[in-house]
């Protein structure tokens, strides 16, 4: 019953009902909320005014343009230039409705019954009395608030609901601190705690045929009986025994005499309230419907909250896997080009320490040589020195001869003649992106398909029944996203040339598939295929089909390209690039061919590799 309070409480004080009076437009109001917001209006508004200048319905809208609402925008509510309305600022009510308060007050000091006295005064005339909910605007008439009904249904909700919502329920014959009640006699009308009851209450003798009920049920019970008679709003002594259909609302004999409801339908009081009693019971079988389909589908949201969060924690993990993976790959990478850094490094190294050692072989031999030379030139023998120095001569030359062959230039340069190329990899990683992946399921469309078709397997089997070639499209269009579909040869006889690819929706539906600008495809025979689009065959391939064959068709709209594959073979090149639109799967064949479709497949392995490649 909580969700129930908001209902039973005024849209200007935020409380409770209090006497609430049912206005016209069906919304509720206190008694004393509804003289708190009464505002004066000109005289040339009043009632009187209006019979006298022959406007027998007023004219809400007009009203409502010159009413408190029409300036609420100002933060004022008032008739600004009439003496009788003086500017009255406005406020909120708890619930956020703009509000306005009495222009006078009443003291604070007064007495009960003299409050009371001053919330049943009369209102002045020419009174005004907008609804806060839906802003629509009353003028009363002499008899001010008494000519709205009160609500005494709302009344009675009202105070159930509080005792619902009171304290337990104590025992009425207690003699000290009363004992919480257990029970309570529909006959007796007492309340018994468990002692009492045994006590002044045993189950026999006459007291056996009296009927016990839970407390809050009999307090229920209690305040049902007796039902409240209601009275006419005009004739205070008359009971309402009538129903107006026109007027919407209960009368009194009386009322009917006067001949206010002469021209209109008049019903019997109890069988209207029985009507529409059914007729709201009905209407709350439809809502109770309603309110069931909500809770089912509160249901499923909050599942799908805990679905989405636990798909979000392992796609969480499942891509910092293969963030790893791409990490580990390059790592891996990159050991291996280490190794070839440091094999050309250990072979330079090798390189010139040989030649060191070589040149310094040679150095310590021509130092040598050099020395002893140097030697000989000292002896001051001639005949001994010439036995030698033809042949010293020759050796100085031939070592200076080694020494110009090129011994002097290093064999290694100190540059790494390696560059990294790592600029795809750059592009690759900047690239790095979801793809749509969602699955596809669909099946052939005979709406749309040439009258020449045959289909059969939940229109996922289709043939023809001409030798022509006749197109038959999907049922789904594709406007974005990754999709791929196969189609299996089940029949081919005679070496024909179906075609398979996609399509708009006012492709032509009576020759091959790609002979207008409606039609992305590739047609085969048993030995090559084709590209065709707007009647352009391009990139003839090897390879065909025959019974049996798998053609696939990857329609990437991501990328915005069409690509072919047979038998989970990649057939030529991309076929098209720069697709833009929605596109219809697409086949067209005669009376020769019989092709099955198979959706909601992964994407081929060939289009990760070329992925990957690129």
Not at 128 to 135: D, I, Q, V, W
Not at 246 to 253: G, L, T
Request: aromatic share 8%; with cysteine; proline share 6%.
């Amino acid at each position: 019953m909580d969700e129930m309070e908001e209902e039973l409480k005024c849209p200007v004080c935020g409380s409770f009902f209090r006497e609430p009076l049912i206005l016209p437009c069906s919304h509720n109001l206190c008694q004393a909320c509804a003289r708190n917001i009464l505002v004066q209006t000109p005289e040339a508004e009043s009632p009187q005014s209006r019979r006298a200048s022959g406007s027998a319905d007023y004219d809400y809208l007009d009203l409502d343009k010159m009413s408190l609402y029409s300036e609420a925008d100002s933060g004022y509510g008032s008739y600004g230039g009439f003496a009788s309305a003086p500017t009255t600022p406005c406020q909120k009510s708890p619930n956020g409705v703009r509000v306005f308060p009495p222009a006078v007050p009443p003291p604070p000091h007064l007495p009960p019954a003299a409050a009371a006295a001053s919330a049943l005064a009369p209102v002045p005339r020419n009174s005004c009395l907008t609804c806060p909910l839906c802003h629509r605007s009353l003028i009363l008439d002499e008899r001010g608030l008494r000519g709205f009904p009160k609500n005494r249904v709302l009344e009675g909700v009202i105070d159930r609901y509080q005792q619902s919502k009171a304290a337990a329920l104590r025992c009425q014959l207690c003699e000290k601190a009363p004992k919480e009640a257990t029970v309570m006699c529909e006959q007796c009308d007492v309340f018994y705690c468990d002692p009492c009851r045994l006590r002044c209450h045993p189950p026999r003798g006459p007291l056996a045929k009296h009927r016990l009920l839970p407390p809050a049920q009999g307090r229920v019970s209690r305040r049902l009986s007796p039902r409240k008679i209601s009275t006419c709003t005009d004739h205070e002594l008359e009971n309402h025994s009538m129903y107006c259909v026109q007027c919407k609302s209960p009368v009194c004999y009386q009322c009917l005499e006067e001949g206010k409801h002469a021209s209109h339908e008049v019903k019997a009081l109890g069988a209207m309230w029985k009507l529409h009693k059914s007729q709201l019971s009905q209407a709350l079988n439809g809502l109770s419907d309603r309110a069931k389909e909500a809770k089912e589908f509160l249901v499923q949201l909050r599942n799908m909250v805990q679905q989405i969060q636990e798909n979000s924690v392992e796609f969480e993990a499942c891509l910092v896997a293969q963030c790893d993976a791409l990490i580990d790959a390059l790592n891996r990478r990159k050991a291996q080009l280490l190794s070839r850094v440091n094999k050309e490094h250990e072979h330079k190294l090798k390189v010139v320490r040989d030649q060191i050692s070589h040149c310094t072989v040679k150095l310590r031999q021509t130092t040598g040589l050099m020395e002893y030379c140097l030697e000989v030139i000292k002896e001051n023998d001639p005949s001994g020195f010439l036995q030698i120095s033809d042949a010293l001569i020759r050796r100085v030359h031939v070592t200076e001869d080694q020494w110009g062959k090129g011994t002097l230039s290093p064999r290694m340069t100190t540059d790494f003649d390696l560059n990294l190329d790592s600029a795809p990899l750059l592009q690759s990683i900047h690239q790095l992106d979801f793809v749509q992946m969602k699955v596809a399921w669909f099946s052939f469309d005979p709406g749309t398909a040439h009258s020449d078709i045959i289909f059969s397997n939940d229109n996922l089997t289709v043939t023809c029944n001409s030798y022509d070639d006749r197109v038959v499209l999907g049922k789904t269009g594709f406007s974005k996203g990754l999709h791929y579909w196969e189609l299996s040869i089940d029949r081919y006889d005679n070496h024909p040339d179906p075609a398979f690819g996609v399509a708009r929706v006012d492709v032509l539906k009576d020759v091959m598939l790609g002979k207008d600008d409606k039609a992305w495809a590739m047609y085969v025979d048993n030995n090559r295929s084709w590209f065709m689009h707007n009647n352009s065959h391009t990139n003839r391939t090897e390879g065909g089909i025959t019974k049996g064959a798998t053609v696939g068709v990857l329609l990437d709209l991501t990328r915005r390209t069409l690509t072919f594959s047979i038998n989970e073979d990649q057939q030529g090149p991309v076929a098209f690039e720069n697709l833009e639109g929605v596109f219809f799967p697409a086949v067209s064949l005669n009376r020769n061919v019989q092709v099955t479709l198979h959706t909601g497949l992964p994407v081929p392995d060939f289009y990760h590799s070329r992925g990957t490649m690129q």
